[in-house]
């Protein structure tokens, strides 16, 4: 994360200026520019009287209103987005000729949206699924779209798959539910019969699936790329995104509980970073794999995107940096509008066979027609490439432009044969020599599901591998036929027998015989447990307050963790001012009724304020704090108040996360900054915890 550094015009800033018109300024008009006497009665046949259709500033009014929807993405509906630039360290000219990856002095403007996959527009920021993580690069070579995924698999190897896996994902049709969440039987039906799906499934029910931000998630390309060289070298490539703030994601109990108290949780937290100058940034990694090594790799083909290659086979070499440092002006015309297609790609990147990228080909062209209302979206100011767009197409429905001269068509000697094809300084697809039969078959080389699935799992922390089996167990819960249960099961089996035993305790399923072996191969990069955990920038923590506290000790612990960029807020059981230990008035942040420990990482309960340990809504506070790991911090008479909340105290427990001194100390808050920076304390033993 970049701190504070000068928010940068880009070149689609200055582009996007020009489409901005402020919302308030000047005298009200119609939409004919015409100025308008008064908005608050429509015209009407005398005070009393029936409205007359003659109103034209009504009709337009109320027909604008009426038509404001357009129809959500049917996949990823739910968005945040942000614009930003992105630069390369070092000239990428051994592998590609695409200019924004071999000019570092470049710096490419960015929009980005993540999103979820599953629910509506208007629904949750925190349910259990994929997130996606989508960059539209302006590149002086045209627009490339990155369009990854949080998850570096899919569910599926085909394209033909992903109607039936998106409806069996989605509400059921019936009755429409449930909303963002695959807890339900059509999802588990459609994974149990599909056993491709296995691997990426692992993912979903791992912490992956619950980012604490869209600034701690990793991204991924998915699918295997290629760049090519000005040589014509093509080298196959796979995109990482490393977010600087390291990768950490909330426990489950907690992300349900936010989809209450804040369903706007990750949008909000992104709009405030970038707000507040806390621009978040990532690292893009390449994994490099020269042509002719594509199969080098036993069990793995490149092709088939519910595969990694593990970074202990080839690593991920970092090559730049996203920075993310301007919020959008406005949601509709940007974060809404904003359309991805996976075909936008710069000479110097191109496509493979991977069946599903090539299905994606398709899609998303031809979903904009329908969700932004025709072919002119490349129009919209977000689409509009920085470069200059020069071609034939015309008319249809939203055209923007005014197209002149008499001459639309290719060849032609009315407009000196202009705009001409640019030849080999254009793009140029890799010439891959391709032969075989028309037949709908998938390759053997995609047939197993299972080895990486248990690669997965064996890679899993302690703590990561019980938050799965939870996860599985709530999920399969959720499903009401138990042949699907049991089905299920005997694909866990395949992957890891423990496994499948601890989920078959759950559930009710009989406990299934071991049938595999475990290959006990693992790959230490996939694991949370080894991400980075060094700082506390946009940590939130929430101090309890009421009249009495010690205001040196406070005002100390509030400079120290802003100044190291965490966000300090004093929660009382009103709001309004308190009075501390000095006699001195104070504002509070906010009323503690109207927050909730879900919204911050961390709880500090000071000292001199005994009566909060009698305030139920503070004990509960700090307990569902401690029970979701979070750093719990007592002083003095603060104490009481985790004991009431039955939190063992630390004589009792070596727990780091806990921080409890009789008195205020030099190193209360080293303690507290390094827990903070940790994330959580996910081997905190908190079954007997009752929040
Ligand atoms: Fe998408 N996907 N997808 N997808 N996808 C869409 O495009 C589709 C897939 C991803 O913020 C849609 O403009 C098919 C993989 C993201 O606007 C649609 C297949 C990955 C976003 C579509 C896939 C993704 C989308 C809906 C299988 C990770 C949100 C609206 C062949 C690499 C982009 C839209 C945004 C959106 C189709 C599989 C990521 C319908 C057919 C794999 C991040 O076109």
């Known amino acids: ?28 008009t119609t939409d004919q520019g015409i100025p308008v006497e008064e908005t608050d009665n429509s015209l009407r046949a005398g005070a009393r009287g029936p409205t007359l259709l003659e109103d034209f500033h009504l009709r337009e009014k109320i027909m604008r209103f009426d038509h404001e929807r357009v129809p959500e993405r049917v996949v990823h509906a739910r968005g945040s987005g942000a614009h930003g630039f992105f630069k390369v360290y070092e000239p990428l000219d051994e592998y590609t000729t695409a200019d924004f990856l071999t000019d570092p002095d470049a710096e490419t403007p960015v929009f980005v949206r993540f999103s979820t996959v599953q629910g509506s ?12 993580f989508a960059t539209k690069f302006y590149t002086r070579q045209g627009n490339f779209d990155l369009v990854g995924n949080n998850m570096p698999v899919f569910f599926i ?8 896996l998106v409806h069996a994902l989605k509400p059921e049709p019936h009755h429409e539910m449930p909303q963002a969440a695959s807890a339900h039987d059509t999802f588990w039906d459609f994974v149990s019969l599909q056993p491709e799906t296995m691997h990426h499934v692992m993912w979903l029910m791992s912490d992956r ?11 991924f390309g998915v699918h295997t790329f290629r760049l090519v060289n000005a040589h014509g070298r093509s080298t196959f490539v796979k995109f990482h995104w490393t977010p600087s703030l390291g990768t950490h994601s909330l426990v489950f109990d907690e992300a349900q509980l936010i989809s209450g108290r804040d369903p706007d949780f990750n949008r909000r937290d992104l709009w405030e970073a970038i707000d507040s100058g806390q621009f978040p940034s990532w690292e893009l990694g390449l994994q490099l794999i020269p042509q002719e090594q594509a199969y080098q790799f036993d069990d793995i083909d490149i092709l088939d995107p519910t595969k990694i290659i593990p970074e202990e086979l080839v690593p991920v070499t970092p090559v730049g940096r996203l920075t993310l440092n301007r919020n959008p002006s406005n949601f509709f015309a940007e974060t809404e509008q ?8 710069v000479p110097g ?37 920085i470069a200059a767009v020069r071609n034939h197409q015309q008319d249809g429905f939203h055209q923007h432009e005014t197209p002149v001269g008499q001459a639309n068509y290719f060849p032609n000697s009315l407009g000196d044969d202009l ?59 959720k499903v009401r036929a138990m042949p699907i249960r049991v089905r299920v099961v005997e694909h866990l089996n395949r992957i890891d027998h423990d496994l499948a035993v601890a989920v078959a305790h759950g559930v009710g399923v009989e406990e299934p015989v071991k049938s595999a072996d475990n290959h006990g191969r693992s790959s230490p990069a996939l694991s949370q447990a080894n991400t980075a955990r060094d700082s506390i920038i946009s940590r939130r923590v929430a101090v309890l307050v009421a009249d009495g506290v010690d205001a040196h000790a406070l005002a100390a612990l509030r400079d120290k963790l802003t100044e190291r960029g965490a966000v300090v807020e004093l929660l009382a059981p009103v709001d309004g001012r308190i009075t501390t230990s000095d006699g001195v008035s ?50 003095g008479s603060g104490l009481a108040l985790l004991q009431r909340g039955q939190i063992p105290l630390p004589t009792a427990l070596a727990d780091p996360a806990l921080i409890a001194h009789d008195a205020w100390s030099d190193t209360f808050v080293s303690e507290l900054v390094a827990s903070l920076a940790r994330h959580r304390n996910f081997d905190r033993d908190v079954a007997a915890i009752p929040a």
Not at 611 to 633: I, N, P, R, S, Y
């Open 338 to 345: 904003v359309a991805f297609c996976v075909g936008n790609v």
């Open 121 to 132: 527009r208007g629904s949750t920021d925190t349910p259990r699924d994929v997130r996606g």
């Open 586 to 635: 104070m504002d509070v942040d906010r009323a503690l009724p109207t927050m909730a420990s879900v919204l911050y990482d961390a709880v500090i309960v000071p000292d001199g304020a005994p009566d909060l340990a009698t305030d139920g809504q503070a004990v509960h506070f700090a307990a569902e704090a401690f029970k979701h790991g979070k750093t719990v911090c007592a002083v």
């Open 157 to 164: 190897q085909d394209g033909i798959k992903f109607p039936d």
């Open 1 to 28: 994360m970049e701190r504070g550094s000068p928010k940068r015009m880009t070149a689609k800033d200055r582009q996007l200026a020009a489409s901005r018109r402020p919302f308030n300024e000047g005298v009200l």
């Open 419 to 477: 705009p001409k094809p640019a030849g080999a300084a254009g793009f140029v697809h890799f010439p891959e020599a391709v032969d075989g039969p028309k037949e709908r078959k998938r390759s053997e080389t995609f047939a197993d599901h299972y080895t990486q699935a248990t690669l997965f799992w064996n890679s899993m922390s302690g703590w990561e591998r019980e938050h799965i089996i939870s996860a599985y167990r709530f999920e399969l819960g």
């Open 349 to 385: 990147i191109d496509f493979t066979n991977d069946p599903l990228m090539q299905a994606r080909l398709f899609s998303y062209l031809d979903t904009q027609l329908t969700r932004l209302g025709g072919p002119n979206f490349p129009q919209l100011p977000i689409n509009r490439p």
């Open 209 to 219: 699936a619950l980012p604490r931000s869209f600034r701690m998630m990793q991204g």
